[in-house]
């Protein structure tokens, strides 16, 4: 059983276009992230959710929306696609907040 | 801002001699420290922790130094073994901001058999 799932594990897609990124944990945490993993390695913090509520924000672009149906899922949303968006991204989850678990990233190319 | 510096993008060691992963922060409210380990095409997974009221942590063979007049902590790996290969990030968080975790570049470590 994999505790933090996300998909797709690859997407590659054309600038301008819109896409999503699923993710579900089943370890019944209350807190779920998105990180991005840029160029230069740095797992960087986009958003976290706490029981439906957006918590972190840091200083993404609005283009970037994550949606969470229920606690267990928090999916990331990407419209207008734009080059410098190809990175690695990374769903967690935790319930201390002091122990991430993460899924296994999924890798984006946008071309 | 990089609060959490790992200067060594890269380590290669012998199997059974000693790794040292080095980690310096900048921000003196950090209170909570981690190690993590990624191997490729997966996500990182925890490794150890440390407290900021402790100076070291031990685990099996990975034992966590902390040195909070300095900002520095390290991962000490004894023995090293061939599937301790991956890349190691150290993290950390504040005590009341903590679903904030700040992480570093990541140190690649390379044991050779």
């Known amino acids: 059983d994999t505790a933090v799932s996300q998909t797709p594990k690859y997407l590659v897609t054309q600038m301008g276009n819109d896409k999503s990124i699923k993710c579900e944990q089943n370890?019944?945490?209350?807190?779920m992230y998105w990180y991005k993993q840029d160029s230069k390695k740095f797992l960087k913090i986009m958003f976290s959710?706490?029981?439906?509520?957006?918590?972190i924000n840091e200083t993404v672009p609005n283009r970037f929306s994550p949606k969470s149906p229920d606690k267990a899922h928090l999916n990331l949303h990407i419209n207008s696609l734009e080059l410098g968006d190809s990175a690695v991204y990374f769903c967690?989850?935790?319930?201390?907040?002091?122990?991430?678990?993460f899924g296994s990233g999924t890798q984006l190319s946008v071309l | 801002d990089q609060q959490v510096k790992q200067n060594s993008p890269s380590l290669s060691v012998q199997e059974g001699r000693i790794s040292i992963l080095n980690c310096d922060y900048t921000n003196s409210m950090f209170d909570y420290f981690l190690w993590y380990k990624k191997y490729p095409a997966e996500g990182p997974t925890f490794l150890i922790s440390?407290?900021?009221?402790?100076d070291k942590n031990e685990d099996g063979r990975f034992t966590v130094f902390l040195n909070k007049s300095a900002k520095h902590l390290s991962l000490h790996i004894v023995p090293s073994q061939p599937g301790d290969s991956a890349v190691y990030f150290c993290a950390a968080s504040e005590p009341y901001n903590n679903n904030d975790m700040r992480f570093g570049a990541g140190t690649r470590l390379t044991v050779k058999p």
């Open positions: 959710y706490n029981n439906k509520e957006l918590i």
């Open positions: 967690a989850s935790s319930q201390s907040a002091r122990k991430l678990f």
């Open positions: 440390i407290s900021s009221i402790k």
């Open positions: 370890l019944g945490h209350d807190t």
